[in-house]
Structures are given as C-alpha cells and as structure tokens.
C-alpha cells in the first residue's frame, strides 16, 4: 500500500458525489482503506474521504488521538465509515475551525451540527451505528461531506473567519488540516 496525493480544492473531482460501495471484503476496498489510512496518517489528518485521493467511492475514514496538534480535541476512535447516512440530532449548530487536506495550509470557521447520528457500514459490511456531539460530530460531518462533493469553505458563512493558517494562528504550532 502507498501514501497517495491529496487532491486540493480546484479539481472537479472533489466536487462528484461518490458512488455506494456495492462489494465488501474484496482486495479492492481493503487496498483503498490502507492507502487512505497511510495517506492520513503521513499528513497528521484527523480523515479522510476517498475522493480525496480520486477514488469515487462512498469510503471515509477518521480518528484522533490526544495530539499536540489538536489540543482541545477529545479522542475520536478510529473508524471506517462506508456509505454513510447522517442525521441530525438537534437543530443546534456550533461554529468551530476546521481545516483540509485539501485546502491545505488554510482554516476557516464552520457550523456544524451539534449532535449526529450516523450510521453505514465497516469495511467487512458490519453495521455501524453511532450517535455523537463535540469533535467527533465535526469530523464526520467534514469527512461526509467530501463525499456529496463539499469542502468545508461551502459551508462557511463569515469569510472573515477563513485565511492562512500561520497569519490566523501566527502564536501557535502547526495544525493539521
């Protein structure tokens, strides 16, 4: 398996709406999530979509550990997440930093759900079925996101809030995206 590029913002490919995973257990797929896991891994990300790399396909991943990088984020297990289904679970939105492999070296301020229930498949077509608020909402929103062909500047609403990392953040160590 290999680190693979990251598209960024400007290709059309990041604005398709990936296609449903139809097969599970094959070489395929496991080759995808390795590649997409080394990739994240590689850049310090907190997920990562398929069609971030140029695969179509209905495949996110995520996970974060205590990290210096994202000081005031709880730990997020690690999860495969196929063909997703996100619901809300209030109507409270919450307005948070996010950045992107894709929009790399920039941040901006975004509302998110609140709270969310998300439900799909893992990697071996086991369900998955979570309910979740905080960091761990955020992330899967993101994530999700990529694969209706949104990147996170879409949705913000003050682009007072959106600019270079090290201009916004000039006192603080790098942050992933």
């Known amino acids: ?4 590029p990251v598209l960024k913002m400007g290709d059309p490919r990041l604005l398709e709406v990936a296609r449903k995973v139809e097969k599970f257990r094959t070489p395929e797929l496991e080759a995808l999530i390795c590649d997409m896991h080394e990739t994240m891994e590689a850049l310090d990300g907190a997920g990562l979509a398929a069609p971030q790399i140029g695969v179509g396909l209905q495949v996110v991943i995520f996970g974060v550990k205590r990290n210096p990088r ?18 809300p679970l209030t109507k409270n939105m919450e307005q948070g930093w996010e950045g992107c492999l894709s929009v790399p070296g920039m941040r901006g301020v975004v ?11 893992d990697q ?14 955020r992330v899967v929103q993101h994530e999700c996101d990529h694969l209706q ?6 949705r913000m609403t003050d682009f007072r809030t959106f600019g270079f990392t090290d201009v916004l953040f000039p006192d603080h160590a790098p942050m992933a995206e």
């Open 1 to 4: 398996m290999s680190i693979k």
């Open 149 to 154: 062909g949104i990147l996170y500047p879409m």
């Open 124 to 137: 071996y077509g086991k369900t998955i079925d979570r309910s979740v608020d905080g960091f761990h909402a």
């Open 70 to 87: 994202y000081p005031d984020a709880e730990d997020v297990p690690y999860t495969v997440l196929v063909n997703p289904v996100l619901t």
């Open 111 to 121: 509302p998110r759900f609140a709270k969310v229930r998300y439900q799909g498949l």
